[in-house]
């Protein structure tokens, strides 16, 4: 089992729509959770950490549910401008500042 | 502003051949490390370092050697490049006490 599993999509959804990612990680003792952004060809960026009381910015809000041991992430009225694909991160216990990158989802907004 | 440098962004080897990848970043960060991404599979640890002198292997570190003589620098070094090889290299670094990491643009890598 691989330790962070996301659903490789592709989502394609229109503009205005709301639409939202699950990942599960396999380590119940993780301890931090991020999601990034990655633009075809381009480097991973940080989009949000997750916490466990849950978090938004702006249309984006982040869940996480350690006893289920998912991740989610909520885009809410979704821009042309957020097809990309949203790589599912965990920090498992004990390895530092090591990240586990899930192989991502991919967004492709519709005009 | 540079944040992380990667050189070359395209290098095409021969199978035996060897090659050194470049990163450096200019944030005064102490961790750095070095991933691969192949389609499907997301991004793998090769290697990483806590620190100037300090490095260690990651998820798949077989064919790749790395050193950390200054805080600024870490280069990727292939032994001898095999079709296995074939991906896209990053190189990131991570500030003190946060988890958040900054990459550099890639490496693509092709072996022939």
């Known amino acids: 089992r691989k330790e962070v599993e996301q659903d490789p999509g592709p989502f394609n959804v229109p503009e205005g729509a709301t639409v939202a990612f699950n990942c599960t990680y396999s380590n119940s003792a993780s301890q931090s959770f991020f999601w990034y952004r990655q633009d075809c060809r381009k480097e991973p960026k940080l989009l949000m950490s997750?916490?466990?009381s849950g978090n938004e910015d702006g249309r984006f809000t982040a869940q996480l549910n350690r006893a289920s041991q998912y991740i989610s992430l909520l885009i809410r009225d979704s821009k042309l401008s957020d097809s990309a694909t949203y790589l599912c991160v965990v920090n498992p216990v004990g390895s530092a500042r090591q990240l586990t990158f899930g192989s991502g989802t991919q967004l492709t907004v519709l005009p | 502003n540079a944040g992380v440098t990667q050189t070359p962004k395209f290098q095409v080897l021969k199978t035996g051949q060897s090659m050194t990848l470049q990163c450096a970043q200019d944030?005064?960060?102490?961790?750095m490390s070095w991933y691969r991404q192949d389609p499907g599979m997301g991004l793998r640890l090769i290697h990483y370092s806590v620190g100037a002198g300090i490095t260690d292997q990651g998820e798949v570190p077989n064919g790749y050697n790395v050193s950390r003589s200054t805080t600024e620098d870490f280069p990727l070094r292939l032994l001898s490049a095999a079709p296995s090889q074939t991906s896209v290299y990053f190189c990131a670094s991570t500030q003190t006490g946060t988890y958040e990491q900054y990459f550099g643009p890639g490496t693509r890598l092709t072996v022939t």
């Open positions: 944030m005064n960060h102490e961790y």
């Open positions: 997750v916490y466990s």
